[in-house]
């Protein structure tokens, strides 16, 4: 049972059974291993699973399946009347929890026309001093995974129509880093308008200038320009709201499974194939659901006008979205948005690159460049790999996999006749990237 008081457990259910809003679901009232079990049972191993399925797309469908499973196994004839009455139980559990936060298509609609009026308002009040516009997830993505009462597997939820969105406080972040690599790589004649740009937008303390702006432009020239503004501290002139779906977006349930739980954990020296999986469950937002983005420039300062300032923020944000991803787990190839440069409604008529951006290179160069240092783990395997076996040319396809791939995992493939069994070598043949990575040693001469 959920831990709650009698009285709200006669209007919920005592397993929230009767909440309709994911939001409070899953926000609120989580489902513990340990905690007011039913009879004959001493922990619900399916708690976190459950918690889970309560919120996505197909959960109600998935808890009725194991409704129905844990049911027909009570029935079995060499079941002990204990381990029946317990799968009985376990049965009702599910099946209570599968009518819970379910969300009409109606309900949906609603909620996608009220970010669609957001986006009007927004325009129509502050007119040329906003800028919108839509970006369509191209996979899924984990937003605000450490937040919430499940640990590792929450999501934002919006409170009242239970559907996903981006805090404002993430797209402001990311749109930061973007901005602070941009200056970071600019020509030295473009440092000083980027950096200018990007105190004025996001605003700074003193920590800022001899941190992140430091690091970005150099101490001196970040002091410089913050004495210029004539302020110690600034509050940034661009408001950040959050993003908010602009189609219906899809809450389902992904999962991350290690193999060698003992291994990694460091409590065994090889990984043996005698341990078991132990999967960890976790809601993502899936991919092809579409998010308006707005930002607002609030005043003017120094020279910049609002107009400039907005366009190129609105041209960070893009940048990081498209090119670095949004939320968790974006190295492995989640939260990241197929966007154009190209403005809708209320953004600036045009937005370039921004100035500093890295000349043209070599589709190898470029590569070597993105995943020299970054393949040591399984991590990066998923986007990294789709990307090297799309190379042409089997010298190019070399060239770059001996500049990305560990030189000591490199070796094992012409050194150790078992190279297969090996952890590195076992994780980069299997998962959703085993098609890629095979053409990539095929091609290569690994495989036949």
């Known amino acids: ?138 996979a899924r993505m984990m937003i605000n995974m450490a937040g919430g009462v499940i640990e590792n597997a929450g999501i934002s939820l919006d409170r009242l129509f239970g559907l996903p969105f981006i805090p404002g406080s993430a797209v402001k972040g990311i749109a930061r880093q973007e901005a602070l690599w941009a200056i970071h790589t600019a020509d030295a004649s473009a440092k000083e308008v980027l950096l200018k740009n990007a105190l004025l937008a996001f605003g700074y303390g003193a920590h800022d200038i001899t941190g ?33 779906p602009s189609t219906n977006p899809k809450v389902v349930v992904d999962m991350v499974n290690p193999h060698y739980p003992r291994y990694y954990s460091g409590q065994a020296r090889t990984a043996e194939d005698t341990e078991s999986p132990i999967p960890n469950y976790f809601p993502a937002v899936e991919s092809g659901a579409e998010f308006l983005f707005s930002i607002v420039a609030l005043r003017e300062i120094a020279d910049v006008s609002s107009p400039d300032l907005l366009e190129q923020v609105a041209t960070w944000l893009k940048n990081a979205i498209s090119r ?62 789709p990307e090297i076996v799309a190379l042409t040319g089997d010298a190019v396809l070399k060239k770059v996999f001996e500049a990305v791939i560990p030189e000591n995992e490199r070796r094992k493939l012409t ?16 998962g959703r990237h085993t098609e890629s990575a095979r053409k990539i040693l095929t091609r290569l001469g690994y495989l036949t």
């Not at 970005?216 to 320009?225: H, P, V």
């Not at 006749?417 to 994780?427: E, L, M, R």
Request: charge should be positive; aromatic fraction near 8%; charged fraction near 20%.
């Open 1 to 138: 049972m959920i831990p709650m008081s009698s009285d709200v457990a006669a209007a919920l259910g005592d397993w929230a059974e009767n909440i309709e809003n994911r939001s409070l679901l899953h926000g609120k009232y989580a489902l513990p291993k340990v905690w007011g079990t039913p009879q004959g049972i001493d922990k619900l191993n399916d708690a976190g699973r459950w918690n889970i399925l309560r919120i996505v797309e197909n959960g109600p469908a998935l808890l009725q399946e194991d409704a129905n499973r844990l049911q027909n196994e009570a029935k079995g004839k060499k079941v002990t009347p204990e381990v029946a009455q317990r799968k009985e139980t376990l049965s009702q559990v599910a099946r209570k929890m599968a009518s819970s936060g379910k969300m009409g298509v109606s309900f949906s609609d609603t909620a996608k026309a009220k970010s669609n009026t957001l986006k009007t308002e927004i325009i129509s009040t502050y007119g040329d001093s906003a800028a919108s516009f839509s970006a369509k997830l191209g």
């Open 212 to 244: 992140d702006f430091a690091w970005a432009a150099g101490r001196e020239l970040a002091s410089q320009e913050a004495r210029k503004i004539d302020a110690d501290e600034l509050k940034g002139c661009i408001a950040f709201f959050p993003a908010y």
């Open 324 to 385: 670095r991803g949004l939320g968790a787990k974006t190295a492995a190839g989640y939260g990241w948005f197929q966007t154009s440069l190209s403005p809708q409604n209320g953004t600036p008529s045009s937005l370039s690159a921004p100035t500093g951006a890295s000349p043209l290179v070599e589709p190898a160069d470029e590569l070597i460049a993105k995943w020299a240092n970054k393949l040591n783990t399984s991590g990066n395997f998923p986007v990294a790999l």
């Open 415 to 430: 050194h150790n006749p078992k190279w297969k069994n090996q952890p590195y070598w076992q994780s980069f043949l299997n």
